[in-house]
């Protein structure tokens, strides 16, 4: 069984830092894409960034040059670092991940993370 397991959220006040985590844990292989989406309320969820195996990264335009994206191979862990926080970033931020559970799977299946909750607010 594999769990993608957040932390980080919580309130923060606008122009403010949060650091978001997630660890990936149990029967796993190997690991190929590692990202975040967002779902704010009565929007749909949209990918805020990712990072591939090989470290190529990928940022949606709202959040470039504010967000960084980073990943541990070695804990399965990938983190984004979130600067110059707007009140529009307020969200539940999602953890994704693409891996194999065994060396003999055909292909990448994808998991999602429980969500954590950013609030960005005066």
């Known amino acids: 069984q594999v769990r993608l397991v957040e932390s980080g959220g919580g309130l923060v006040q606008p122009g403010g830092s949060l650091r978001l985590s997630c660890a990936a844990s149990?029967?796993?292989?190997?690991?190929?894409?590692m990202g975040w989406y967002r779902q704010a309320p009565g929007k749909q969820r949209e990918l805020v960034a990712s990072?591939?195996?090989?470290?190529?990264?990928n940022y949606a335009d709202s959040v470039k040059d504010r967000f960084t994206i980073s990943r541990d191979y070695a804990k399965n862990t990938v983190y984004m670092q979130m600067d110059s926080l707007k009140p529009d970033d307020t969200a539940v931020y999602y953890c994704?991940?693409?891996?194999?559970?065994?060396?003999?799977?055909?292909?990448?299946?994808?998991?999602w993370g429980q969500g954590t909750q950013v609030t960005v607010s005066s």
């Open positions: 994704n991940a693409d891996l194999k559970t065994y060396s003999w799977d055909i292909r990448f299946s994808n998991y």
């Open positions: 149990g029967n796993i292989f190997s690991i190929k894409n």
């Open positions: 990072i591939s195996n090989g470290g190529s990264t």
